[in-house]
């Protein structure tokens, strides 16, 4: 078997590349090394080891971008399994396998010979997602950390905050949006629409605790325009993951296939992916993937 690691270099913190490559050099399988220049390169660099029909295992050596991009290329192939080194500041996928997930997933000896099982895919307008996908203001605000990152001076935390003020509280909560679920239709303002496979994301939210990357379903949360008293108060429960407390806000849908759209650009987020139309379909995929992991982590 193949075991080839797909290296970001610009993920993660200074020194992240160094500290992966030292354990590298003491691990005991044969393994390929391929760093990535650039966009798209890992999700080429995965479609073009898949193809060749050799049993092969792919490293995602970053963050969630990195994974986003792997997980892309290889879907569909059975002869390809996926997984996640996480170098990248942000590994929020990786989290469904419990606090410890950085330390399992650096065992690089114990990954290698770890189980596999098939994950769903979730399919937004031809983008495959494995984690979460979202379309509401953290949609927007997590769209809008990208281009206040680039500021001289300003921290990833920092620009989390300006992207969030921008957005509560000069844009807006909620945006008009029509969606249709299981032949429901919602039409509306919005301020939140998150689709779940797997469980974690935005750093800190786990909107849907019992969501199954396996299951063969899609958790859905809808919550309405809301005041920002309101808001304020729902967003720490909503990120705990104690939706059924406040059912009188929160909307909830376990399906296969949502559609959403707006007269208005729409931002959706796909693991940190960031698309813009103003009609969006995301149904679970027919293709999965093959996801390997180390034989102590458990994500059920």
Known sequence: MRHLFIINPAAGRKGSTAHLEGLLSELSVPHEKIYTKGAGDAREIARQAAATGEEVRLYACGGDGTLNEVVNGAAGFPNAAVTCVPKGTGNDFLKLFGPEYRQLFYDLEGLAVGPQTPFDLMDCNGHLGLDVVCAGVDARIAAGVHRYKDLPGVSG????VLSLLEQVLLRGIACPMEVEVDGKRWQGETAVL?????????GGFMPVPEAMPDDGILDVLLIPKVSLLTFARLVGKYAKGRYRDYLQLIQDF?????????REELVTVVDGEVLRDTQFTLRLSEKKVNFFYPAQARYR
């Open 157 to 160: 935390k920092g620009a989390y």
């Open 194 to 202: 998150c689709v779940c496979n797997g469980r974690h994301y935005g």
């Open 254 to 262: 376990h399906t296969t296939q949502i559609t959403y759209r707006s």
